[in-house]
């Protein structure tokens, strides 16, 4: 049971170019977002989150875009670096009925940014 | 200074061996996580601690068994190793929930069982 879906497990692009990463979620009550990267040998790193009242957040060359009706965000970096080579993952959030906050992951889309 | 640390950081054992992974963070937060991440890469919570209370345990086994001394540790005990027991466990921390406070992760743990 998916409950958050990264259908694209690798992406390749060209330095200086944009990187969109995509990924679709099934569970309505999700109402937070997050975006974390991660390199090799190392754990998740928080990048990027955007709650579900908004549906644009940009941090630098960072920016999460949400579509709640078609329940699918997105992370755009622009312009890619090739030390932006790392796997992402898209991870949401929802209170589940004991009132614990759940965070539910992705599989992850592995990114290529040649130079 | 390493914010979430967790040893061992590789780990290969025999079926039916008992072994721990241990978890400290040294950034004063009251939740600490455990998640698997297995072979098909799903980044899956086990369990959730917010100052030493159990607040979350998803359906694992229960051959493996949390305990928190403290709210700054967090270590995953896991008896009679069985070969799908092979992932990557990270230890995680956050000032509360994951939502507005980031989830900080450790380096992971690869656990191998022959």
């Known amino acids: 049971d998916q409950q958050v879906k990264q259908n694209s497990p690798s992406l390749s692009v060209q330095e200086g170019r944009i990187s969109i990463l995509n990924c679709d979620y099934t569970?309505?009550?999700?109402?937070?977002f997050l975006w974390y990267k991660k390199y090799p040998a190392e754990g998740p790193t928080f990048l990027i989150s955007?709650?579900?009242?908004?549906d644009k957040n940009e941090d630098g060359r960072f920016t999460v875009f949400l579509n709640k009706s078609a329940k699918h965000l997105s992370l755009h970096i622009v312009p890619s670096q090739p030390g932006d080579s790392a796997v992402y993952f898209c991870?949401?959030?929802?209170?589940?009925?004991?009132?614990?906050?759940?965070?539910?992951f992705g599989k992850g889309t592995k990114l290529t940014v040649n130079p | 200074d390493t914010a979430v640390s967790q040893t061992p950081k590789y780990l290969v054992t025999q079926m039916g061996n008992d072994k721990s992974i241990k978890c400290e963070q040294n950034l004063g937060h009251d939740t600490m996580y455990w998640y698997k991440q297995d072979s098909k890469k799903f980044l899956k919570i086990m369990f959730s601690?917010?100052?030493?209370?159990?607040?979350i345990n998803e359906t694992v086994p229960n051959r493996f068994s949390p305990k928190s001394p403290d709210k700054a540790h967090l270590n995953l005990h896991i008896n009679s190793l069985e070969l799908g027991d092979s992932a990557v466990y990270f230890c995680?921390?956050?000032?509360?929930?994951?939502?507005?406070?980031?989830?900080?992760f450790g380096e992971g743990s690869w656990l191998t069982v022959v």
């Open positions: 995680a921390s956050s000032r509360r929930g994951p939502r507005g406070n980031t989830i900080y």
């Open positions: 991870a949401a959030s929802a209170f589940d009925q004991g009132g614990s906050e759940k965070l539910v």
């Open positions: 955007i709650s579900s009242i908004k």
């Open positions: 601690y917010n100052n030493k209370e159990l607040i």
């Open positions: 569970n309505s009550m999700f109402d937070y």
